[in-house]
């Protein structure tokens, strides 16, 4: 079991937060939930209800190694993020 922050927020070089929809701060949960949310191939509703975890509870998520796996195959394949974001992202995972 891996356990990731989901109410961590992402920030740029200078420190700064990263803003998200609706001007509120990115934080690593949400951004996930993103990604995972235009995954096209796998497991439909798995990854329906680990986006909507990744979104909605605060503090640590506990994810299995398959779920863990696909989270960052998801970050890898990402193209609607920058570097900024998807960097940080895959940085976190790998300290995990």
Do not use: C, H, P, W
């Not at 927020?9 to 993103?34: D, H, P, Q, Y």
């Not at 990744?54 to 503090?59: K, P």
């Amino acid at each position: 079991m891996k356990k990731i922050e989901a109410n961590q927020i992402l920030k740029n070089f200078k420190g700064e937060e990263l803003k998200g929809e609706g001007g509120e701060n990115l934080t690593v949960g949400k951004a996930l939930s993103n990604i995972l949310l235009l995954v096209q191939d796998g497991e439909k509703m798995k990854i329906f209800v680990l986006s909507q975890r990744l979104y909605s509870e605060n503090g640590f998520i506990e994810l299995d190694d398959s779920d863990f796996l696909l989270i960052k195959k998801a970050v890898e394949s990402d193209k609607n993020y920058s570097v900024m974001v998807t960097g940080q992202l895959l940085l976190i995972l790998s300290n995990l």
